[in-house]
């Protein structure tokens, strides 16, 4: 099953991730509902449960503020760029939940004093109330979107299974020793600084690789998590320039680059979780299956 970016976001770097983005800002909006109900129905405005209130109001719209700030920089826009949104289904997702903390801003920019300084108490109140309900709205729509599968729209997760047809043919005669005599793979031609910058990359890449296998081999697997996803994985994509780059590739060499930055990060996570269990197994099977990436795509593709 593939997953959209929202529900991948909450997978990785586990079980941080799901509390940075999940569980602490759900605990303060709960927080911040279940005292607007008390307050609604004592009509209490001090004392622990109404300073409460505040505190929660004004701690989850600073931290959406820092939550949309990182992902808008590290992922909305680098996703963007790059040409990787899985369907309508995955825009939704994140952009609903993004959408979502908007209300929850607003309230602490009230709390602050910036916005509707002229209401009373139950009118800020009321507009508490109000932004809540957005913010239940809008959340529960990016964890209903976010648990669908983006394939039901036509998205197709670039794996190393999913290469085209001829990529795969060629890779057979490469295996059949035909590659001996004639190289049939689809010559790409890029413009001289990018050319030069992309070799730079898979220089990169391998050196990464090296290194990977290395620290592996000393048990260091956080370390090797690390490697992985900032100079391989999903967060190297802006590093490496991907979305200019793609604009030159053939749709069958987009995918195998996507595969290889794809099962780069789902290694990062199986590394962390030998550092945790020991059990390398599945490391080196994500391991694999990038290294089968690359494998694929300079099988069926070359630079003129």
């Known amino acids: 099953m593939n997953m959209t970016h929202y529900m991948q976001l909450l997978a990785d770097n586990q079980p941080w991730n799901l509390l940075i983005f999940m569980g602490i800002p759900i605990v303060l909006a709960e927080t911040l509902a279940i005292t607007e109900l008390y307050i609604l129905f004592t009509r209490k405005f001090d004392g622990f449960v109404y300073h409460l209130n505040r505190f929660a109001g004004t701690t989850v719209g600073l931290y959406f503020i820092g939550i949309i700030a990182y992902l808008m920089t590290t992922a909305v826009l680098p996703i963007t760029k ?47 109330a109000i932004c809540v309900a957005l913010f239940l709205v809008f959340g529960h729509i990016a964890m209903v979107s976010g648990m669908l599968d983006p394939s039901l729209l036509g998205y197709k997760g670039a794996d190393t299974h ?6 795969m043919q060629q890779m057979h005669m490469m295996h059949a020793g035909n590659s001996a005599t004639q190289d049939n793979r689809i010559a790409v031609d890029f413009p ?25 081999g000393k048990g260091q697997y956080d370390k090797a998590a690390r490697l992985a996803e900032d100079r391989l994985g999903m967060n190297a ?30 290694f990062a996570i199986e590394a962390q979780n030998t550092a945790a269990t020991g059990d390398i197994k599945p490391a080196l099977i994500a391991l694999g299956n990038t290294t089968q990436a690359c494998v694929a795509c300079h099988a069926g593709y070359k630079l003129k």
């Open 162 to 167: 999913q290469m085209h047809g001829e990529q």
């Open 192 to 216: 001289a600084p990018m050319k030069e910058h992309i070799l730079t990359n898979m220089r990169d890449h391998l050196q990464t690789i090296s290194l990977i296998q290395e620290v592996m």
């Open 82 to 128: 790059a040409g990787e949104w899985r369907t309508v289904i995955d825009v939704v997702a994140v952009s609903t939940y993004l959408i979502g903390g908007l209300p929850l801003i607003w309230i602490a920019l009230q709390e602050f004093g910036f916005v509707n300084k002229s209401l009373d108490q139950m009118g800020k109140l009321k507009i508490h």
């Open 237 to 266: 994509l802006k590093l490496h320039g991907a979305y200019e780059n793609s604009k030159f590739m053939p749709k069958g060499m987009q995918e195998a680059g996507t595969a290889m930055h794809r099962n780069a990060s789902k």
